[in-house]
């Protein structure tokens, strides 16, 4: 049938699209609900736009199918004569114009269609299924590109397989902004990477630099390509130091703050704690300013990072046993040299994490009144690592610890019965009927939209440490007592 089968096909998706609009704009032939027309109508709409993100996502992998079997067949039909980089700067030129992008756009999507047919079999199949997007599958194409095809292959697995040895658990893949399953993913990748994170941050640390970009309307971009521990400690203390300087008085939103507080901090020769710009009123509890310090430093130097950072080390890395990647609250996976330096020169800041040895969970800490100790908020800071709110980036740093079920209905103090949104979902919570489902010892909570839909949270994918060869010679040091170990021994055993 050829060309009139694909006419007669996209004649029927555009008979189907128009049905659609129809409907969203109430134009049906019947209304969603009798009973209710007006509520019927917003529940209707929602499930146009999820049916209708389905159907992108499998339009996106008919796409990318027709792009690598066009360039396939361009490849087969060449001259023999014909010049590879000529052929493909061909073949990117037609797709471009087909798509009416630019070449390297075409290039790219190119690059991303080859991968996905070639190396990342399941993420084709969830495109096509319409389970994930194409930003989903992008995202995969990128962190599988440096893997070997185990290494790939183990990655689609661990995501897109639910019935795999080692699936992710928590909300699906697909069901999460595209950006926090770039998180998650590079997270698996540096944890299972052929080589060992020490020798690629090796390599990274020599390519750190500093970019200014100008743009429109007077204004421009500063960015800088830094070490985890430094960009992430950087960012925290500017959060943290722009919320105490939030009041009824100031005007300026927190993305304002932050800008202000970073230009402030760069322009200044003094501590950052004693331009007028600051207000002594900081929430961050390790800050100089709380004591009304004005320690001047030398600016050349990045300081040890503060109360704003939390690390997870794994105890036999910890020691030098291992080589096992640490995990840096609001960042992810960090060298073990780098977790070891951070426990060494930045000791206020640090709070040791003991990890289950046998699921590489954190044990958990209860209490029976309402107020939470810092430990308890520690705990809640490992178990969700961010907002638990669906598709929130949020950092656990600037999050508010909450009841789920309220004190005064009877709610314990408890993790399990504990969250920690960060401000703006905390309000949105208390002044909407979006509701929390419970949580866990080891998984935060879900949520209930007004519309009633459930929303599944995202859950941190603890893995059991590494254990050397012999871990009866591991020398201990005074960063761990002996009780400790013991402990992760008899667990062992």
Wanted: glycine fraction near 8%.
């Amino acid at each position: 049938m050829g060309k009139t089968a694909v006419a007669q096909a996209f004649a029927d998706i555009e008979f189907a699209v128009a049905v659609l609009n129809a409907e969203a704009e109430g134009r049906g032939s019947e209304p969603f609900s009798a009973a209710d027309p007006l509520a019927g109508l917003a529940d209707g709409c929602l499930d146009i736009l999820a049916g209708a993100a389905s159907v992108q996502a499998r339009v996106s992998g008919l796409m990318a199918n027709a792009a690598v079997t066009y360039a396939d067949t361009v490849q087969a039909g060449a001259a023999p004569d014909t010049s590879v980089p000529a052929q493909e700067m061909a073949v990117t030129a037609e797709v471009a114009c087909a798509l009416s992008i630019g070449e390297r756009a075409a290039g790219s999507f190119l690059a991303v269609s080859h991968a996905l047919a070639t190396r990342l079999p399941l993420t084709l199949a969830g495109l096509q299924a319409g389970s994930i997007s194409w930003q989903h599958a992008r995202v995969m194409a990128d962190e599988a590109a440096t893997l070997d095809p185990e290494g790939a292959a183990a990655l689609e697995a661990h995501f897109l397989d639910p019935d795999g040895p080692d699936a992710a658990r928590g909300c699906p893949a697909g069901e999460m902004p595209a950006s926090r399953f770039r998180h998650r993913a590079r997270t698996w990748r540096e944890r299972h990477h052929a080589e060992s994170i020490e020798t690629r941050h090796a390599k990274g640390v020599l390519d750190r630099r500093v970019e200014y970009c100008p743009d429109q309307d007077g204004m421009a971009w500063i960015t800088a390509y830094l070490p985890g521990d430094q960009a992430a400690a950087i960012w925290n203390r500017t959060t943290a130091i722009s919320r105490g300087l939030q009041g009824p008085a100031e005007q300026r939103t927190l993305t304002q703050l932050r800008a202000d507080v970073f230009a402030a901090a760069l322009l200044t020769t003094a501590d950052l704690t004693t331009t007028d710009l600051y207000s002594t009123d900081l929430r961050s509890s390790g800050d100089p300013a709380r004591n009304g310090s004005s320690e001047e430093h030398d600016p050349g130097q990045v300081p040890s990072p503060r109360a704003q950072v939390l690390v997870t080390v794994p105890v036999f890395s910890l020691l030098g046993a291992t080589e096992e990647p640490a995990m840096l609250d609001g960042y992810g996976p960090i060298p073990a040299s780098m977790a070891r330096d951070l426990v060494a020169n930045g000791a206020e800041s640090f709070h040791r994490v003991l990890i289950d040895p046998r699921d590489g969970a954190p044990l958990e800490i209860g209490r029976t009144s309402y107020r939470l100790t810092k430990a308890m908020r520690q705990w809640l800071r490992l178990r969700d690592g961010k907002c638990p709110f669906p598709g929130c980036s949020n950092s656990s740093l600037d999050n508010e610890a909450d009841h789920l079920l309220a004190w005064a209905n009877g709610g314990t103090t408890g993790v399990s019965n504990l969250g920690q949104t960060c401000p703006k979902h905390h309000r949105l919570r208390h002044t909407s009927t979006w509701q929390p489902t419970p949580a866990t010892r080891d998984q935060p909570p879900g949520w209930i939209s007004p519309s009633g839909r459930h929303y599944k949270s995202e859950h941190q994918d603890w893995e059991p440490p590494h254990w050397p060869d012999h871990p009866d010679r591991v020398h201990l040091g005074v960063s761990l007592g002996e009780e400790d170990l013991e402990r992760f021994l008899h667990a062992r055993a």
